[in-house]
């Protein structure tokens, strides 16, 4: 019996994990696939396989409570250290604590995963697309004002919007800030 190679291995691999099931996460609004989840499958079939996995390089920086992590993930045939492949991969965590930097490998190594085993979670990124490109700022704003009909309701606006704008860049928030303060005066006006 001739030994696999490595891609023989993760075709080996690819047969016995096809999907995974996403989860609703206690305070999320919406289904995730965790990086616990991709693992839990993931693991026991690659180690079948005789293959293991792990980050040889990591970049990483640190911008307010957002850590944006690049990294290489290398997929190791066990009976031959010199037959591997390397899969480039990134991730973001969001955390304003300590947690930011693991969140984001996390989300590096969960797609990377993913993407190496060609895995289904349900997800159609192509018709998550909407047909034509909406600003963020533009439709937290239009939420403001379809919102804020009266100025008693300007805290939960600003709420909203605060929630919404947590993943905008700094001239986007500043765009955001105006056309909330505008948008304020006016309804104090009335």
Partial sequence: MTALNI????????????????????????????????????RPALLEAGIVYYPVEIQHQQNGNRTECAMTVRFVNVDDQNDFFDVETFGYGLDDQDKGPGKAMSYAVKYALLKTLGLETGDDPDEDQVSSYRNPVVSALELAIQMATVPSELEEVSAQIKQKAEHLSKPELATLRQMYLEKRKELEKE
Avoid: F, N, P
């Fill in 7 to 42: 891609h023989q291995r993760l075709a080996l691999a690819m047969k016995h994990v096809t999907y995974i099931q996403k989860e609703k996460k206690q305070g999320m609004r919406y289904s995730i696939v965790s990086h616990d989840s991709v693992t839990s499958k993931v």
